[in-house]
């Protein structure tokens, strides 16, 4: 079993950048795949970014590709997800899930394929 807590979320101005980490417990973290998800007052929960176990894989939505880059650092059990050029529509609560995944498995970008989530950090851009 893995715990995981975010960390990291603040206010920001449009345009600024911000980083929020994923810290798991546990020592086998490595054989996890980890995705962000974020959610908005009164919107459904969306995907945001994954990345498979060793890092070697990861997936974007298309609202956040090449403002986003998602990367873990196994050895510190954290996974990262930098924020770039943020907008006012990227204000949510940032939430990390983690599944068991085999050696060589992919990401997973569905809300339902993850066991484990963490309690969220807010993200506020101001416009």
């Known amino acids: 079993q893995v715990q995981l807590v975010e960390s990291g979320g603040g206010l920001v101005q449009a345009g600024a950048s911000l980083r929020i980490s994923c810290k798991a417990s546990?020592?086998?973290?490595?054989?996890?795949?980890v995705g962000w998800f974020r959610q908005a007052p009164g919107k459904e929960r969306e995907f945001v970014a994954a990345?498979?176990?060793?890092?070697?894989?990861?997936y974007y939505a298309d609202s956040v590709k090449g403002r986003f880059t998602i990367s873990r650092d196994n050895a510190r059990n954290t996974v990262y997800l930098q924020m770039n050029s943020l907008k006012p529509e990227d204000t949510a609560v940032y939430y990390c899930?983690?599944?068991?995944?085999?050696?060589?498995?992919?990401?997973?970008?569905?809300?339902?394929?993850?066991?484990?989530w963490g309690q969220g950090t807010q993200v506020t851009v101001s416009s």
């Open positions: 899930a983690a599944r068991l995944t085999q050696l060589g498995g992919g990401y997973y970008i569905r809300g339902y394929e993850y066991n484990y």
């Open positions: 546990g020592r086998t973290f490595s054989s996890y795949a």
């Open positions: 990345i498979n176990w060793s890092g070697g894989s990861t």
